[in-house]
């Protein structure tokens, strides 16, 4: 495993991040495919005995249980051995400083702990000032409830309004950038990006295998995620017939280096900067595949043959 530090903070994360939207509590929303306790508890273990110390969920996933499974989780392993990320926006009143404070509260009793090391927007609020976001936020570290803070899915002049605005006020500055970020979706290449590296801030990435269809021969799965999750299902719909080619090549360079597909996506991740992409896991012997890449780097001519045939796709920020 090789870690990284995250921005300008003090966290210390392995390289792969592990997200924990696949436990939980299944419902009938959008997590019907969730893994109970017994299973998502299986597998966190699993990621921290091959050195995955970095945990990524959200207030929404599973109505809050997947936090509750994370930190019930985690407790024989010592919560100063992990860090821990969540989110905050998908509630009642998004990003205003009474949902902030309500918010971060909820996470602490559901992960069990007395703080969280990295508290993420989920999306950008046009709802409520930019400042008041920042000065809650603020006043939660001052606190000692969250450590650092960083952002997710949202248009480049967004974040630097975020990054810009707590620059301006004497706030601390982001951290992080979770953005949607692979082989068939580079969009975030044209401004959100270089926005995150002008503010040297680190990105974990999403979505590193598109949902599964860069790390398996065939683009379409019976997996029950792809099944029942309809969002995952439909996303990448639209430029199908160009995508598919992209993830030929992804499976052309796996088996001329006879590594995975996983291996292929993650090792063009890190040759793009990416600090540590976050894989969602539902079966142990995807990491034991994942931390291969390690031992495995891509040339430059094959980061070009991968992104030769790259065409724009519609932005997609989940407004």
Known sequence: MEYITLGNSDLKVSRLCLGCMSFGEANEGQYQWTLGYEDSSRIIHKAYEAGINFFDTSNNYSNGTSEIFLGKAIKDIGRDNVVIATKCYFNEGKLSPKAIHREIEGSLKRLDTDHIDLLVLHRYDYDTPVKDTLQALNEEVQAGHIRYYGASSMYGYQFAEYCYTAAMNGFQPFTTLQNHYNLIYREDERDLIPVAEKFAVSRTSFAPYAGGRLSRKNWDSDSVRSILDQKEGTRYDATEEYDKKIAQRVYELSE????????????????????????????????????????????????????????????????
């Open 256 to 319: 001329k280096y006879n590594v995975s597909m996983a291996n292929i996506n993650l090792a063009w991740q890190y040759a793009k900067g990416v600090a540590a992409p976050i894989i969602g896991i539902t079966k142990e012997k995807y990491i034991d595949d994942a931390i291969k890449v390690f031992d495995f780097k891509l040339k430059e001519e094959d980061i070009a043959y991968l992104e030769e045939l790259y065409i724009p796709h519609k932005i997609n920020c989940n407004r």
